[in-house]
């Protein structure tokens, strides 16, 4: 069972910065798909950034291309998610997910199979 934590979370003022973890009980992630998806009150969960095995394959939700940078780290069992500049309606709690994935697959799957908890990230003034 893969255990995923996530931490960095914070409240910060609108054009602030966060750094948010996602780190697991095994000695790597690099045979994990992972996802960092979002959830604000009253809204849909939505998928926020991706990165494959390898961590050459990644993805962006529209709205924080640009602003977000998802990394693996080294050790190799933790990823980032670094954000900048943020606003408001990215307040929100903030989830890691992994699935087991070929590193050579440069799509990434539909779903995950394990979640952290989240943490929470308020923007506010």
């Known amino acids: 069972q893969l255990e995923l934590v996530e931490s960095g979370g914070g409240l910060v003022q609108p054009g602030g910065s966060l750094r948010l973890s996602c780190t697991t009980s095994i000695y790597t992630l690099d045979y994990y798909a992972i996802g960092w998806f979002r959830q604000a009150p009253g809204k849909a969960r939505e998928e926020v950034s991706c990165?494959?095995?390898?961590?050459?394959?990644?993805t962006y939700l529209n709205s924080v291309e640009g602003r977000v940078t998802v990394s693996r780290g080294d050790p190799r069992d933790t990823v980032y998610l670094q954000m900048d500049n943020l606003t408001p309606e990215d307040t929100a709690i903030y989830y890691c997910a992994a699935k087991f994935w070929p590193r050579s697959k440069s799509d990434f799957p539909l779903s995950y199979d394990y979640w952290g908890r989240g943490t929470q990230v308020t923007v506010s003034s």
């Open positions: 990165i494959n095995g390898r961590g050459d394959t990644i």
